[in-house]
């Protein structure tokens, strides 16, 4: 029996794509091996968001290259992002990989990886694959990730993935619908979809506030969320269904990149401060008690002093619950890479930036975390806590992480009161067992 060895890197979206591998994989005779040293084809499926994923994988071939050498017949391959973004250039480069895919060529896997056994092989092609027939679903335990687009629209100046995933293309409704179903049939209770501007999703008459609907009246699934949503693709109507919808979880991702008007607009991010002041406003409005996280990049070229404040402030107005901190890292093929070389920012300036704006996180993190203290949180209790198996570990419907004391089964809906807040964590000091949450809860459909 050939054995496939997957090893993820990078966002969400990655690890539904490893699934689909998976799956493509096992229908052509592999079996999925969680051991390397078992496998007869190992991929590494990967980021190149940042300098350091791209190089953590370098280092890892360098590893899986010595492995090779001891058993020539293995197929090592990388796929993803990283091939698409530095193309023909890796196969000179890293002459231990015999396969590079990009995102696009996953449905041609077999074919690819005989010819791999072979001469090494390259397959980058972008085209209007969306593998909505394959059901690229990942469940694990009682939460899976549904991607329902692909690619992106936008390109923002610092970024590679219109450049690595190409042009935005939606599944279409049924297929989503399906899938979701499909998700719940193998045991999930908890969804999310997923997407790099996942609320620009449309198809045919229907919009993303329409695929909300239906998702959310999927019989047996309690919970829905989406990622990455883009400020300016947001319609006042999703918050407003997801206000009425239990099942639609009031968490929301908000990347802003940066606080300041005029970095903004070198980013090419489509909307500016006020905008997404307003934004945050309304989500405000229809759900008071919404999550809110986002993406920073600090020191983009160009950014002074004041630019940086500016994020700072806005950090300190919005309040976020959580967010994903990071220095700018220059990529190649990106308009930031290309043109604006002369304006980066020195790395002490950047590292200290950086720094000041986890220590504020950090703080408003543990703020807003302790404001729960006290009070009772509906939480689906997603799995045993790894560090002490007396416990169990959920999910609040903001998204943050609860531990919980044992008893309730997983995949359930309860009601925990909330003794205790890290920066990250609530940990529930009691259940309310005599006051269950309906795992079921009737919901009419909108309109299209
Ligand atoms: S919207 Fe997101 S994925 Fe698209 S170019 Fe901008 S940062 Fe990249």
Same mark, same amino acid.
């Given at each position: 029996m050939k054995r496939v060895y997957i090893e993820t890197y990078g966002c969400q979206m990655n690890v539904a794509d490893s699934a689909l591998m998976s799956h493509v994989l096992e229908d052509a005779g592999f079996r999925t091996t969680e051991d390397v040293q078992e496998a007869s084809l190992v991929l590494l499926n990967t980021c190149a968001i940042r300098e350091r994923a791209e190089d953590r994988v370098r280092a890892r071939i360098r590893q899986l290259g010595q492995l090779k050498r001891i058993r020539p017949d293995l197929v090592l391959g990388v796929t993803g992002c990283m091939p698409k973004h530095l193309g023909k250039e890796l196969l000179d480069r890293l002459p231990q990989v015999d396969l590079f895919l990009g995102p696009d060529s996953y449905r041609r896997l077999p074919e690819l990886v005989e010819a791999a056994a072979q001469k090494p092989t390259l397959d980058l092609r972008l085209d209007d694959e969306d593998y909505s027939d394959l059901d690229p679903v990942s469940v694990e335990g009682v939460h899976a990730f549904v991607p329902i687009m692909r690619g992106c629209d936008r390109f923002c100046t610092f970024c590679v993935v219109p450049l690595t995933r190409g042009r935005e293309k939606s599944l279409p409704l049924d297929d989503v619908i399906r899938q979701v179903e499909s998700a719940v049939a193998q045991g999930a209770r908890a969804v999310t979809l997923l997407g790099q501007t996942v609320n620009s999703w449309h198809h045919g008459a229907h919009r993303f506030v329409h695929l909300l609907d239906h998702v959310s009246r999927v019989p047996g699934l309690l919970r829905v969320r989406f990622t990455? *949503?883009? &400020?300016? !693709?947001? !319609?006042e109507e999703v918050f407003a269904l997801m206000a009425e919808r *239990? @099942?639609?979880? &009031?968490q929301l991702h908000l &990347?802003?990149?940066? @606080?300041?008007d005029r970095m903004l607009e070198a980013m090419k991010r489509g909307h500016d401060r006020a905008q997404y002041r307003s934004l945050v406003d309304t989500i405000r409005r229809h759900l008071p008690d919404a999550g809110l996280s986002t993406d920073i990049i600090v020191a983009y070229p160009g950014e002074s002093e004041e630019d940086f404040a500016e994020t700072c402030s806005l950090i300190e107005e919005v309040r976020y619950d959580s967010a994903f901190l990071f220095r700018y890292s220059p990529r190649s093929g990106t308009y930031a890479h290309r043109k604006l070389r002369a304006e980066e920012i020195a790395d002490e300036i950047a590292a200290a930036r950086l720094q000041r704006v986890i220590e504020l996180q950090e703080r408003i993190s543990h703020e807003r975390y302790t404001r729960w203290v006290g009070r009772a949180v509906e939480v689906l209790v997603e799995g045993v806590s790894r560090r002490d198996p007396a416990h169990l570990v959920g999910k609040s419907a903001d998204g943050k992480t609860v531990i919980l004391p044992g008893g309730p089964e997983i995949g359930t809906l309860v009601r925990v009161e909330i003794g205790q807040a890290t920066s990250h964590t609530l940990l529930a000091r009691g259940v309310h067992e005599d006051d269950p949450v309906p795992g079921d809860r009737a919901v009419e459909q909108l309109e299209v």
């Open positions: 990455s *949503p883009h &400020p300016a !693709e947001f !319609e *239990p @099942g639609l979880c &009031p &990347p802003v990149q940066s @606080g300041s």
